[in-house]
């Protein structure tokens, strides 16, 4: 049996709290003269929510009241609910991650108009508020925008996949446990990386982040699933080396693929002699 939570009853109105949350903060900023407009981005704008997602909230303000914006990120998002604390720790970052009472979470950013252009990472996001048609002119030019992988693309992902498997050796071999576990964490993420170039799909989780790439949301294959399954461990040191040893072939077929779909040497030979110094 998996986990059963006792907050079953909670969960199941957390789209609830997370409208009103919404509501609120549009309310609070849609009648302020210096909110220019607003876009919503991450899972909730992309249509593949669930219960547990997360408001993203984007603000584009007037440039002269930007800083003004930032050093009351925290004052702002009490306005929309109880705030039971924050995630961020910079007072001159753009952004402030306020988690609420309800167990909903808002990541609200704030931008000038000029810090907002077309991209792969625009793609799919919500206009929500824009009375002078200015953030919804980018929105739909990120609309066309297609991923294509690229060698530059391609040479950095095979360089942290090395980088990473010998550090997880040298981990093992320093008996740093949960150090070799999070080196070899990012090694199966980056064969995951691979798997999305490879599918010529933009993977918009941040580096290293596992959001959506396993579950219901996933876009990956059983048989790529499975891998990953497969590719866990405990602490046992020879367990740890001996998942290590099982990615490498799958490592090898995707470096292959992936250099020929970029016209770049796969360097196969040279790249095992590389990983053969880490078992």
């Not at 099982?246 to 292959?256: F, G, S, T």
Request: glycine share 4%.
């Amino acid at each position: 049996m998996g986990f059963e939570s006792r907050h079953l009853e909670r969960d199941l109105l957390l789209p609830k709290h997370r409208d009103t949350l919404l509501e609120n903060a549009l309310k609070d900023l849609t009648s302020d003269s210096n909110v220019i407009a607003i876009y919503q981005a991450g899972s909730l704008a992309r249509g593949n929510f669930d219960n547990y997602s997360d408001i993203d909230l984007h603000t584009i303000v007037t440039p002269e009241k930007k800083a003004d914006y930032i050093k009351n990120k925290h004052n702002r998002a009490r306005n929309w609910g109880e705030v039971l604390f924050y995630e961020d720790f910079n007072p001159f970052s753009p952004v402030v991650v306020a988690h609420y009472d309800t167990f909903i979470k808002v990541d609200s950013w704030y931008h000038t108009p000029e810090e907002v252009v077309p991209s792969i990472w625009l793609k799919g996001y919500k206009v929500l508020y824009d009375p002078n048609n200015i953030i919804s002119k980018v929105i739909k030019e990120s609309s066309y925008e297609v991923y294509k992988t690229s060698s530059d693309e391609v040479v950095f992902w095979r360089g942290k996949l090395l980088a990473f498997i010998h550090e997880t050796y040298r981990a093992v071999m320093r008996e740093e446990i949960y150090y070799a576990i999070s080196n070899l964490d990012r090694v199966r993420w980056l064969v995951v990386s691979g798997w999305y170039m490879e599918m010529e799909q933009h993977l918009d989780s941040p580096y290293g982040v596992w959001s959506k790439i396993e579950g219901k949301r996933s876009k990956l294959n059983h048989w790529q699933l499975c891998l990953l399954k497969n590719w866990d461990c405990g602490r046992n040191t020879n367990q740890i080396m001996k998942t290590l040893v099982d990615m490498v072939p799958e490592i090898l077929r995707l470096n292959k693929y992936l250099s020929k779909q970029v016209n770049i040497e796969e360097n196969e030979e040279h790249i095992k002699k590389i990983i053969e110094l880490a078992y």
